[in-house]
């Protein structure tokens, strides 16, 4: 008796077991478009060309960058960051990484403001540094700069307002 009311039990725990799961709910997506981040890696110009727009004189680099399309420039958004390695350590701290525009105050005889800018356009960027008194004859090549490209339909592709390293964490991008 005890041996067919095993041979009756076991089958019906295994239909009972096999028919009552159910698939659990769909845990959350990841974030759309992440995939689609790209970023630079840190580089060095070579070298600055001298130029003058509206009667300041500065100095440029362009830099190939492929991942810059029409489509970005239209609806995604393009970061360009900034390490300073040519400033003094007290002026610039060595290691910072600060968002473009970058404006750095300082006194050399009078008060100097440097700053630097990007310039995205199809398929580059570029760099440009001025000075507020025209102080430099040429610059240093040892400053560092990258770029982020966020696509647009990607989460938070027009907030630019996170730091560097939220920025990093949230594409999985390494520092």
Not at 50 to 73: C, E, M, S
Not at 84 to 96: E, F, I, K, M
Not at 136 to 142: G, L, N, P, R, V
């Amino acid at each position: 008796m005890k041996k067919a009311l095993s041979v009756l039990i076991i089958p019906a725990a295994l239909l009972l077991a096999v028919t009552s799961c159910k698939k659990g709910d769909t845990g959350p997506q990841g974030e759309p478009g992440t995939a689609n981040v790209q970023f630079s890696p840190w580089f060095k110009p070579p070298s600055y060309k001298r130029d003058t727009v509206f009667g300041i004189w500065g100095y440029n680099h362009t830099q190939a960058a492929p991942g810059i399309t029409k489509a970005v420039l239209d609806s995604g958004t393009v970061l360009t960051f900034g390490k300073l390695l040519g400033y003094n350590a007290t002026v610039w701290p060595t290691g910072q990484v600060a968002q473009l525009p970058i404006t750095v105050n300082y006194m050399q005889g009078t008060l100097q403001t440097d700053t630097w800018q990007a310039y995205a356009s199809v398929g580059s960027l570029r760099i440009r540094f001025t000075n507020n008194n025209n102080l430099y004859t040429s610059i240093t090549t040892q400053h560092e700069f990258r770029y982020i490209i966020i696509p647009g339909g990607a989460p938070g592709a027009r907030m630019a307002s996170l730091s560097y390293s939220e920025l990093c964490r949230k594409y999985n991008i390494p520092e």
